[in-house]
């Protein structure tokens, strides 16, 4: 289990579950909540492949921060298929203070145990991560 520069440390499973949605695309879109009590990050939610943009984004909630990653697919104009893997640190304004700034100091530090997100996006309300923002950002 790795440790965050909060004192919370990295569920392996975080990580493990990472690497499948990475390498083998075993999912859409992972949540993952920091549990104070056991002082650790763990996997709250997993999407599955058919899952969409709207699934990911009604399985956050909110009034309650939480690290998300999400693998979008796209054409290119060239008719190319790709995809970007999105690290989403969401902190809505109606969460509270404390868990702010928790997920605010312990972010940089996880998001360096899951090698290979290639965006990032800090969201506080909805509008800040529509698919239109997912969108240009992989332009």
């Not at 790709?82 to 868990?99: E, L, M, N």
């Not at 990032?120 to 800040?128: G, R, S, Y």
Request: proline share 3%; with cysteine; hydrophobic share 35%.
């Amino acid at each position: 289990m790795a440790n965050a520069a909060s004192g919370f440390a990295v569920d392996d499973d975080c990580k493990l579950k990472f690497l499948e949605l990475k390498a083998k695309r075993t999912y859409r879109f992972i949540v993952f909540k920091i549990e104070e009590k056991q002082k650790q990050v763990i996997v709250e939610k997993l999407g599955e492949p058919t899952q969409g943009y709207e699934d990911f984004t009604a399985s956050l909630p909110a009034d309650e921060c939480r690290y998300a990653v999400y693998d979008f697919d796209f054409v290119t104009e060239e008719n190319c298929q790709k995809s970007r893997i999105f690290f989403i640190a969401w902190s809505p304004d109606t969460s509270r203070v404390r868990s702010k700034m928790i997920y605010a100091s312990s972010k940089d530090r996880f998001k360096r145990e899951l090698d290979g997100i290639q965006v990032e996006l800090q969201a506080t309300d909805p509008t800040e991560m529509g698919i239109d923002v997912i969108k240009s950002r992989v332009i």
